[in-house]
Structure formats: structure tokens, C-alpha cells
């Protein structure tokens, strides 16, 4: 059975570029393991070939694999630190700020650094990338509507500033919508744009190897200009931050060093 786990990775490397070798190997057994039970499937090769015919399958196979879960403002704590503490460094002398939202899911977190951000530039000089690597979150992301649930951390003032409600639905306003560009990445093996003043990767990096795990941090160090942050989440400290140039600038904020 080991066995037929060990060749699903392969076909799914191959099928992808995904390597599921990178993640913690238990954590993601466990959770397709379940997905493959739960549609009927004997063996992860059958579940393969179901997932190679079958659309529907294979995004939900994605979904599962990326552990799609977030939510507006998420950690409030966190966000208030962000804008109370490191952001008037950030924008010292700035007219905007090059900001990545990695591994952005169901674009929570990007819009809500776009709505913290509208406090301080006018929403033309917002420009903000969000990436992902299931394209299927990423086509819910850009539609922009959420559930109530999604919003109970959202002040109320950006609430009602730029969110519309359909019946039980929010949808974020287009004027947000328009500061945030989504593009599919994939953090284990593409390519990472340079010259970032914030970095948010959050609640993704505990699924990873520490190898992995300590390839992404060195890649996000590069992609960082000096004095740059990077926002992780609340599992996710970086214990030896200084292997990557990174001073604590409060607990789960780091710091590019010059």
C-alpha cells in the first residue's frame, strides 16, 4: 500500500509539477487517504486514473491538497500589529508598496491587506499580487463573494465600505477587486519575483518539509528588499530567522536585513 502511495506522487508530479514528497508525508497520506475512501476508490492508482478523466475530482483533489481555509482579517491581532507597528516604517517615503500574498487561497487575505492599505494610499496606488497553485480557488477568489462567516472579523467601517451584500452573500466592491492580480504559482518549484516590500505567506508552510520549508524562507529572503517583512502565520515561527537575513520584528513578522 506504502507502494501505491509513492507511485501517486510520481503520477501527480508528472501530471502537475506538485511534488507531494515536499509535503509533511503523514499530514497529506492522511487527508488523501480519506478523500480517496470517501469517493469509493481502492487503491490510489484507481483514485489516479478517476482523477485524470474527471474535472470535478481532480479540483477537488487540488482543494483538499491545499487545505483552502481563510477567512477576512484573519488573527485580528496580527493585522492590527501589521498596520499599528511595521507599516509606517514600510511606507516611509513610499507612494505604494510592492506587496505578495503567497499561497492566497480563496483571496481573504489579499483583499484584506488591500483594505488595510486603503487607509494609507488611494486604491490606483494598491497594486497587489496573489498567488496560488489550484487555479480553481483562484477563479472563486476573483469572483469575490463570501460568505457572512468569512467577514466576522472585518471592521465595520471597511464592512460597509466595500463589501455589498447579495441575500446571505458579500461581495467585495470591484474598486478592491481591481488592486489584487491573480497568478497560479507554485512556491516548491516557480520562479519567485524580486523587489517585495511585504511578503504574506500564512498557515501554508506547516504542511511543508523542513527542506522545503527552508527553501521557501531562503527564496522569500531574496525576494524581499532590505528592510522588507515577511507575515507568516501563527504556527509558523522561523526559529533560526537569521540563517535567511531576517530580524524578529514582532512575533511572526520578520525583517530583511540590510
Not at 489516479?48 to 483533489?61: G, N, P, R, T, V
Request: aromatic share 14%; hydrophobic share 35%.
Amino acid at each position: 500500500m506504502a507502494d501505491d502511495y509513492y507511485g501517486f506522487i510520481n503520477q501527480i508530479r508528472r501530471k502537475t509539477g506538485v511534488d507531494l514528497s515536499l509535503y509533511k508525508e503523514g499530514q497529506m497520506k492522511r487527508r488523501l487517504t480519506t478523500l480517496r475512501d470517501k469517493r469509493g476508490f481502492a487503491s490510489f492508482e484507481r483514485y489516479f486514473q478517476a482523477i485524470s478523466k474527471d474535472e470535478d475530482l481532480f479540483f477537488e483533489f487540488l482543494d483538499r491538497m491545499t487545505i483552502n481555509v481563510s477567512e477576512f482579517y484573519r488573527n485580528q491581532k496580527r493585522w492590527e500589529i501589521l498596520e499599528s507597528k511595521l507599516l509606517p516604517d514600510l511606507m516611509r517615503g513610499k507612494k505604494s508598496l510592492k506587496v505578495w500574498s503567497a499561497a492566497c487561497s480563496t483571496g481573504e487575505e489579499p483583499y484584506t491587506i488591500a483594505m488595510v492599505l486603503s487607509r494609507y494610499f488611494p486604491l490606483r496606488d494598491i497594486h497587489i499580487l496573489a498567488t496560488d497553485i489550484d487555479e480553481n480557488v483562484m477563479k472563486r477568489a476573483k469572483t469575490g463573494v463570501y460568505p457572512e462567516r468569512s467577514l466576522k472579523e472585518v471592521p465595520h467601517d471597511i464592512k460597509d465600505k466595500y463589501f455589498k451584500q447579495i441575500g446571505n452573500l458579500y461581495e467585495v466592491t470591484d474598486d478592491i477587486k481591481k488592486t489584487v492580480t491573480f497568478k497560479k504559482h507554485n512556491l516548491l518549484s516557480d520562479r519567485y519575483e524580486s523587489n517585495f516590500d511585504l511578503i504574506i505567506c500564512r498557515n501554508v508552510l506547516i504542511y511543508f518539509t523542513e527542506p522545503a520549508k527552508n527553501e521557501v524562507y531562503k527564496q522569500f529572503s531574496q525576494s524581499l528588499n532590505k528592510d522588507g517583512v515577511l507575515f507568516v502565520g501563527s504556527t509558523e515561527q522561523i526559529f533560526n530567522s537569521h540563517n535567511y537575513q531576517f530580524d524578529i520584528a514582532d512575533t511572526f513578522f520578520y525583517k530583511k536585513k540590510g
